[in-house]
């Protein structure tokens, strides 16, 4: 049984860090990437890393989010600096199994970040 869970969400004053993880059970993975969605809205991508450890982010976060991944672990991780009330939300890990035409979400983790 294929299952992301993500972890390490919680509260957090404004400007200080977090560091999220997503651990992969059931499978090996290709393509991974972290999402969000704040309150009232929808969906939006992070960024992606893919499993030789490529990377991309939207452009609004380059720089502030760091994503990196373990291939060994099976884990997919997220650093998030200078955290703003913003980057509240929903924070959701996304992979694609490897070699086939699968893709899985996490149950999310929520951040929340006071100001």
């Known amino acids: 049984q294929v299952q992301l869970v993500e972890s390490g969400g919680g509260l957090v004053q404004a400007g200080g860090s977090l560091r999220l993880s997503c651990k992969a059970s059931?499978?090996?993975?290709?393509?991974m990437a972290w999402y969000r969605q704040g309150p009232g809205k929808q969906r939006d991508l992070i960024g992606t890393i893919k499993r030789d450890g490529s990377t991309d982010y939207a452009d609004s976060l380059s720089g502030q989010f760091t994503i990196s991944r373990d291939n060994a672990k099976n884990a997919v991780y997220l650093q998030m600096n200078d955290l703003k009330a913003e980057d509240t939300g929903v924070y959701y890990c996304?992979?694609?199994?490897?070699?086939?035409?699968?893709?899985?979400w996490g149950p999310g983790t929520q951040v929340t970040v006071s100001s």
């Open positions: 059931g499978s090996m993975f290709g393509f």
């Open positions: 996304y992979a694609k199994a490897w070699g086939k035409d699968l893709y899985y």
